[in-house]
C-alpha cells in the first residue's frame, strides 16, 4: 500500500512527464508476461519516450488541468501511459508492433500537443515514417536535382572522350 508522500511523489512525476512530452499514449500492459513487458518499455525507452503504469485516481489527479485530462477522465480497469518526448511517431509505431505480436497490448487513444487522438488516429500516427526516415526523404528529394545535373555532365564528358562528341 502506498502512503501519502509516496504518492504525491507519483503524482508530481506524472504531472512533470504530462508537462514534457509532445504527445500522450493510452495503453495496457497488464497479463502479458514480465519479459514481454520489459521488451515494450525498451520499445519505448528506445523511442525516448516512458511507459509508467500506477493507479488510475494517480493519473486522474496527475492529468488535471492538463491536455491529458479528457484522456484520463473515465478510466477503469488496468492501463499504461506512453510518453513521447522528441518523436510522437516513433512512440505510437513501437507500441503499434507490440501490440501486433502481444494481443493485450493496445493503443487506445492518445494526446498529441494538446489535442485528442482517436484509436484510429493514434493508429495513423503510428504508421507514419519515423522522423529519421522523413528527414532522409527530403534530403533525397532536395539533392536529387542536383545528382541528375552531375550524371548529365559526367555523360557529357565520357562521350567527349569516346571522340562521341566534338568540342
Do not use: C
Not at 492518445?110 to 495513423?124: C, E, F, I
Request: proline share 2%; glycine share 6%.
Amino acid at each position: 500500500m502506498l502512503n501519502r508522500a509516496e504518492k504525491e511523489a507519483i503524482i508530481q512525476d506524472l504531472k512533470t512527464d504530462i508537462g514534457r512530452a509532445k504527445a500522450v499514449f493510452l495503453t495496457n500492459l497488464i497479463g502479458i508476461s514480465s519479459n514481454d513487458a520489459v521488451k515494450v518499455r525498451k520499445a519505448v525507452r528506445d523511442s525516448n519516450g516512458k511507459m509508467v503504469v500506477t493507479r488510475n485516481t494517480l493519473f486522474k489527479k496527475a492529468a488535471e488541468g492538463t491536455s491529458a485530462a479528457e484522456l484520463v477522465a473515465n478510466l477503469s480497469g488496468p492501463h499504461a501511459l506512453a510518453f513521447a518526448f522528441d518523436d510522437p511517431a516513433a512512440v505510437a509505431k513501437s507500441l503499434k508492433e507490440a501490440g501486433a505480436t502481444l494481443d493485450l497490448v493496445e493503443l487506445k487513444g492518445g494526446t498529441l500537443d494538446g489535442v485528442m487522438l482517436s484509436k484510429a488516429q493514434v493508429k495513423q500516427l503510428a504508421d507514419l515514417p519515423s522522423r529519421d526516415q522523413m528527414l532522409g526523404t527530403l534530403l533525397a528529394t532536395f539533392l536529387a536535382p542536383v545528382s541528375a545535373f552531375a550524371r548529365v555532365l559526367y555523360a557529357i564528358q565520357e562521350k567527349k572522350e569516346a571522340g562521341e562528341l566534338s568540342a
